[in-house]
Every structure is written in structure tokens, then in C-alpha cells.
């Protein structure tokens, strides 16, 4: 985590240009509150330990990079901002949101299978419930030494199974190099000394 | 005729460290080909035109750019097999001289290290280092090719020298089996490795090779004479003329000095040497001089090697033959999968009854015709019979695996057969007969001559099969198969009809399975004066 990062998130949560104060209720998410955000309890802020952020009515234009890697956040209530436009890739690394609101122009990232339910009220969007991009989508990967890992909306990534490495994920486990060497070269002395003495030892120098 | 009591520990010795060494060489080679379809994989990246998904991470699937996908490779390993096979071709040629002039053993030892070094340089030292190259991979394997053809001739050499001609039919037809032994090692290698990555397998492949050539430096005595025993074929006190091996026979009724064909290296009938150059002088004179000399023969020119009696007829011979037997057993898997739909597992295991076939036909056949004394009256006859066999195994009986596997063998036991007894036994002889037998060091240049023209027709067969069956399909295929055997009986004919007229004035012959061909004691034989092409045996 950067600190650029960090300053980020502080600078969101203790976000005082709002028109009302945050509506998160964070004991149900185990958090406890920081300014608009709650986080984890007994955790310090940062992107992978914030639960929840209210940005309602905050004047946000631009909502890009603000919400990288926030794996656990839940809650993220964003109406009430003058938001041109959405992306994708403005919610990489957000995976768990179970409730996402956007201003009424915009659609819920991903498109509306990526969640349980979009519901179109009159002053926002609501998404719920999102779900896993390589569930919905089945994605598959390119071997069986993989598997699909989500990394945003409509965003997927294929990692090595656990014990596979490598490009391609092709290698398995670690071969015992040092060992090989060792053994080798001690076979090789035995042999190459027994078959000396039992062949060439009464060779005539010429 | 030998007996048992001539072998000794070194003769069991030098059988198993050739036949190691060999099959070590073969090793590395089914290695490469065991791992082509995942260094393919390794050279190119996931995404490609074809592909829907853009998979990520780009490190794990998509930063490697050798090739624009899996496919692209293909031509390009097609490529590296084609330069192996040529520089091969050439380096026996250039090998088989080497092995006549400088000392066998060192030659081996170094072929096998150096080649170890090219190997694992190609396949580990380039993937550890991640340098892909498509250039230098070229360079390293064409010197791979070169440096592993100085197996064959010295090898086949090394056993010539000690398994004299009575015996040398069964001996190396059990003795080829190192090829087939070879493939299966590399292949066993290989599978257990190849889940550690590729490079893995080349290590282990390039290690073994390299450890068999320091094994040879130290332990492998090339020739009875470093010891002090004598050459297998000098314990007959008979003529030399007598018991010139009978590869052919018109021509080695001793008048080659006579028509000043290269008179240096050869001696005339009447056992007398032309120019004092050669080191060995009258072969009449006793045993008890040449097992003393200690200085090796002078090695025989590449022309004069050539023009050995039945050297150009039985390379030109084994080109033919050897363009069915590898294209064969090269295109086995292909032409199953294509035919029948079996996998290329199925397909490569059932390759293996090719092989067997092969061995038991070169050892039976060995066998025979050291009874017999003569090899082209084997050959022949089995050659002619391969061209039914090769027609039935097209056919639909083979459709079974048992079946197939069994035609297979049989397949195997005929062209395998005779291409085994040909690449070794017969070159051996080719290599020690009656000009050169004791005079002159011929045999690695023998055998390099042999295999060498025999790899140029497996080259051209690499060529040819494609073409034919992109063309005119598998049945074509298998027409020029057909056609190729009966050159090859063709171009053996001259010889296989003075053998069978020599085998024929052979009055008073007696055949027993012990003794093999033997003549009623005649007073004949004794009389320099006569003017005959006859040969008679011990």
C-alpha cells in the first residue's frame, strides 16, 4: 500500500464538503466508524480493511482510482454526485460489494448480471449483491493447472493452482537439483574408478 | 570358430559401455522429441488470433513471444529436426575417418561430453537464462548433430574390434538393440521429469550423456591390442585369403594392387607388401608378429573406403533402407492418429513392437548368416518378404490394436531386421575384410560411409512422406515404402548372386546349426596359383 494510497482513503473518509452526515450503520459489518468510512474492527484504515464508504452527496465528478484494491468493502453508497461516467476498471479489486449506489445516469458496473439485482429508484441506481465474473461468465483457463480469480467486474484473472508454477503454470513442485548433481557425480567416480582398475589399469603405454 | 573361452570380463565390458553410450546418444534425441509440445508451449504466448479470452496475468500466459501461438512452432521444430538429420548425415561421414585415425575411445568420450554440453546449453542454460533465440538454437543443433554422429561409427568400430566375424552376426544383432533401449530410456526419463518443467528433462538426459563419456575415458578399452590379447579374427592360421569374410566375392580375389588402386594401402594376393608405408607386413607371416606390433595400421583414405568391394553398393542400399525405417517409425504416430483416431500416447507405445521386431530380426538374422558365412543371402530374402508384410499392414487387418501391433512387429522383424544387420554387422565386415583385414583401419570409416548415405535417404524420406501424403494420401505412402525395399534388394543383388554361386560350388559342403557351413578338407585351397574365386571356411 502506497502512501499515496493511504492518504487517499484519508482523504475520502474525513470528506467534509458533504451535504449530510454518513448513514453507515458499521456495527453490523464488525467495524467500527472513521469519519465516512467504517473499518474493521481493531484494524488500522487503509484499502483492505475499509468496510464500508458513504460519499453521498460529496461533489465527486470522478471516481477513478479511488477505490483500487478495497477487497472487502461492502457498502459504497455514491449518489447524489455528479458522476459523468463509470468503469470497470474503476472497481479493480472490488469484489464483496453486496450494495452499491450510483447516481440515476449510470448502470451497475459490469452490467446488470454481474449482480443480484438492479434496481432503478428515482434519484439512484442500486446494485445488489455482486457476484463472481468467474461464475457468471464460467470462465475457463487455458490449463488445468489454473483456476479463474475475480479481480473486478467483468475483470478476471487465471493464477496458478497451489503447487504449480512458472509460465503457464506448467511446473510442479521444485526437482531436487543439488541432489541430482551430488548423486550423479558420486556415480560417476564409482564406476568411472571400478571400471579403470577392472579394464584399463594393464593398458601398454605406447 | 569361436568358443566361449575367447570371451572375457572386457569383452562383457565393452558390450555394455557401447551399448550404454549409444543408447545415452539416443536418449538425448527422444528427449527433444518427447518435449516438443510443451517447449512449444513455452515459446509462445496464450492469446493469439484464435483465442476468444484475453487471459491475464500477461507474466504467467502472455510474455513470451518466440512464436505467435502454439501452431507457429510446428514448421520451426520441423526445422530443427531437418538441420540435426543433415548435419548428422555429414558429421558420420566425417566421423567414421576421425575414428580410423585418432584413438576410438577419446573420439567417443568426446563426442558424448561435448554433445551433453550442446544439449543441456539447448535446453537448460537457454531456459534458466530465458534467452530464446530461434537463430542460436539452430547453431547449437546443428553442431548437436555433428558431435553426436561420432556415436555410431566408433561404437560399431570399437565392437568390430572385438567380436571377430563368426560371431559378430548375433552379437551386434542383440547388440542394435541399444537404439530401441535408448528411445525407451529417454522416453522414461522424460516422463518423470517433464512436470518439473523441460529443462529438467534435458538436464537429466544431458548429465547421463555426459557422465557415459567421462565412464568411456576411463574404463573402455577400444581394441585388444591395448591390453595385450589379440584381435578375434588373427587366431587362424589359415590363409588370409582363405578366410576373407564373404561380403561379396568376385572382387576380393586379391588383384586390387594389381590395377594400382591405391596401391599404398593395399596388398596384393601375393602377400606382398607394394609400399613400405604399410606398417604390417606380409599377412602369411604368423600371428605372433602383428599382435606384437604395437603400432596401429594406417587408416584407409575416404576413396579407398569407398571402393571397398560392396561399400557403395550396401550404402546405397541402406539409403533406401533406411528411408523406410525411420520414415516409418517417424510417421507411425501420425499416420494411427490420422487413420484411426488414436492418441498419440496409444500411437507411441505401440512403436515400441516396431522395435522388438526389429531386434529379434537382426539377432535371428545375425545369426543365420554367421552360420552361413555369408550375410547377402539373408538379407535378400528377408528384404522381399518385408514388401508383403508392409502391404498387410496397410491393410485392414490391422485395424485392432492387437492386431496392428502384432503386424507391426512383424513389419519390424523383416525391414527393422535387415537395416540392424545391415548398420552394424555388415558394416563391421565391410570394414574387416580381406584387403583391409589387419592392414588397414577401415571400420569407422565403413560404418560412417553406411549410416551416413543411409541418413541422406532418411532425410529425403522426411521430405518425401509429407509431400506424398498432403498429395496422394497414405496409401502412396506406403507404395513408395514397397518400392524403396525392393531397391534395396536391387542394389544387394550383385552381391547376393556371387554368394549364392560361391555357396553353390561348394561341392562337398557339409551344414550343421554347430559348426555352420563347413567343407570336406580340400587340398585346393593351398595353391597360390589358382586362379579362382572361391573361398573356403574353417
Known amino acids: 500500500m502506497t502512501v499515496g494510497a493511504k492518504s487517499t482513503i484519508s482523504t475520502l473518509c474525513e470528506m ?17 466508524v472513521s469519519g465516512r468510512c467504517c473499518v474493521k474492527e481493531k484494524e488500522t484504515l487503509s484499502p483492505s480493511t475499509v468496510t464500508g464508504i458513504d460519499l453521498i452527496g460529496c461533489h465527486l465528478t470522478n471516481i477513478s482510482r479511488l477505490f483500487h484494491s478495497m477487497g472487502h468493502l461492502v457498502f459504497l453508497y455514491l449518489h447524489k454526485n455528479n458522476i459523468s461516467d463509470i468503469d470497470v476498471d474503476d472497481f479493480t479489486g472490488v469484489n464483496e460489494l453486496k450494495n452499491l449506489t450510483l447516481p440515476p445516469n449510470l448502470s451497475c458496473p459490469g452490467g446488470h448480471i454481474l449482480w443480484d439485482k438492479e434496481i432503478n429508484h428515482s434519484d ?16 475457463t483457463c487455458p490449463n488445468s493447472n489454473s483456476y479463474c480469480s475475480d479481480v473486478g467486474p467483468r475483470v478476471t484473472e487465471c493464477l496458478c493452482s497451489p503447487g504449480y508454477h512458472g509460465y503457464k503454470c506448467l511446473r510442479k513442485d521444485h526437482f531436487p537439483t543439488a541432489t541430482f548433481v551430488v548423486g550423479i557425480c558420486v556415480s560417476t567416480v564409482v564406476v568411472s574408478a571400478f571400471l579403470w582398475i577392472t579394464q584399463r589399469r594393464k593398458v601398454k603405454k605406447h | 570358430m569361436a568358443n566361449c573361452a575367447t570371451y572375457t570380463h572386457h569383452h562383457v565390458a565393452v558390450f555394455l559401455l557401447t551399448f550404454l553410450s549409444y543408447a545415452f546418444f539416443h536418449a538425448t534425441r527422444k528427449t527433444f522429441s518427447n518435449v516438443k509440445s510443451t517447449i512449444s508451449d513455452e515459446w509462445s504466448p496464450s ?5 476468444v479470452n484475453y487471459t491475464k496475468p500477461d507474466h504467467i500466459w502472455n510474455s513470451r513471444h518466440l512464436f505467435n501461438s502454439r501452431k507457429d512452432a510446428e514448421p520451426y521444430l520441423g526445422v530443427l529436426d531437418a538441420v540435426f538429420m543433415i548435419s548428422y548425415a555429414v558429421g558420420l561421414y566425417i566421423s567414421g575417418m576421425i575414428g580410423d585415425r585418432l584413438n576410438m575411445r577419446l573420439v567417443l568420450s568426446f563426442g558424448m561430453c561435448s554433445s551433453a554440453v550442446m544439449v543441456f546449453v539447448f535446453g537448460v542454460v537457454f531456459e534458466w537464462a530465458h534467452f530464446y533465440n530461434k537463430y542460436v538454437y539452430v547453431i547449437i543443433w546443428i553442431l548437436n548433430g555433428l558431435l553426436q554422429s561420432t556415436g555410431w561409427p566408433t561404437v560399431v568400430a570399437i565392437m568390430g574390434n572385438w567380436f571377430g566375424r563368426h560371431s559378430r552376426g548375433l552379437v551386434l544383432g542383440i547388440w542394435s538393440a541399444c537404439a530401441s533401449v535408448g528411445n525407451i530410456i529417454g522416453a522414461f526419463l522424460v516422463s518423470g521429469v517433464l512436470d518439473y518443467g523441460y529443462d529438467y528433462a534435458f538436464l537429466l538426459t544431458s548429465s547421463v550423456l555426459f557422465a557415459g563419456g567421462v565412464i568411456n575415458f576411463f574404463g573402455l578399452v577400444s581394441t585388444p591390442k591395448e591390453i ?12 588370409p585369403k582363405e578366410y576373407s569374410v564373404v561380403v561379396n566375392e568376385g572382387e576380393s580375389n586379391g588383384n586390387l594392387s594389381d590395377d594400382g588402386d ?27 608378429d602383428s599382435v606384437l606390433s604395437d603400432d596401429r595400421p594406417a587408416a584407409i583414405g575416404f576413396c579407398s573406403a569407398l571402393c571397398l568391394p560392396g561399400v557403395a553398393l550396401y550404402a546405397l542400399a541402406y539409403a533406401c533402407l533406411k528411408l523406410v525405417n ?36 537382426g539377432t535371428i538374422f545375425g545369426f543365420v548368416s554367421d552360420r552361413f558365412q555369408h550375410r547377402s543371402v539373408i ?39 535387415v537395416a540392424n544387420l545391415v548398420s552394424a554387422a555388415i558394416s563391421a565386415d565391410l570394414g574387416k575384410q580381406g584387403p583391409v583385414q589387419g592392414n588397414s583401419e577401415a571400420l569407422a570409416t565403413v560404418t560412417g560411409i553406411v549410416d551416413g548415405t543411409g541418413s541422406v535417404g532418411a532425410a529425403i524420406g522426411q521430405i518425401l512422406v509429407p509431400l506424398i501424403q498432403d498429395g496422394l494420401g497414405w496409401k502412396s505412402v506406403f507404395y513408395l515404402f514397397m518400392l524403396m525395399t525392393l531397391l534395396t534388394a536391387l542394389c544387394i543383388l550383385p552381391l547376393f548372386i556371387r554368394e549364392v554361386r560361391d555357396l553353390c560350388r561348394q561341392k562337398r559342403v557339409r551344414f550343421s546349426w554347430y559348426k555352420g557351413v563347413s567343407s570336406v578338407p580340400t587340398h585346393r585351397a593351398r595353391d597360390p596359383g589358382v586362379q579362382d574365386s572361391d573361398q573356403y571356411f574353417d
Open chain 1, 16 to 32: 467534509k464538503s458533504c451535504e449530510s452526515p454518513s448513514i453507515l450503520d458499521c456495527s453490523h459489518l464488525n467495524s467500527s
Open chain 1, 124 to 139: 439512484m441506481v442500486e446494485c445488489v449483491e455482486e457476484q463472481s465474473t468467474c461464475k457468471v461468465f464460467n470462465v
Open chain 2, 47 to 51: 492469446f493469439h488470433n484464435d483465442t
Open chain 2, 228 to 239: 595385450g590379447l589379440s584381435l578375434p579374427d588373427e587366431d587362424s592360421t589359415v590363409h
Open chain 2, 262 to 288: 591405391d596401391p599404398s594401402r593395399l596388398i596384393n594376393n601375393r602377400g606382398v607388401v607394394d609400399n613400405e608405408d604399410a606398417p604390417l607386413l606380409n599377412p602369411v607371416v604368423t600371428r605372433s
Open chain 2, 326 to 361: 525411420y520414415s516409418f517409425f517417424f510417421w507411425l504416430p501420425y499416420y494411427l492418429h490420422n487413420k484411426y483416431g488414436w492418441k498419440e500416447t496409444v500411437a507411441d507405445d505401440i512403436s515400441i513392437w516396431y522395435d522388438v521386431g526389429g531386434i529379434i530380426g
Open chain 2, 379 to 417: 538379407v535378400i530374402p528377408m528384404l522381399l518378404l518385408g514388401i508383403p508384410a508392409l502391404f498387410i499392414y496397410n491393410s485392414d487387418l490391422s485395424s485392432t490394436l492387437t492386431m496392428n501391433g502384432l503386424l507391426m512387429a512383424v513389419v519390424g522383424f523383416f525391414i527393422g531386421g
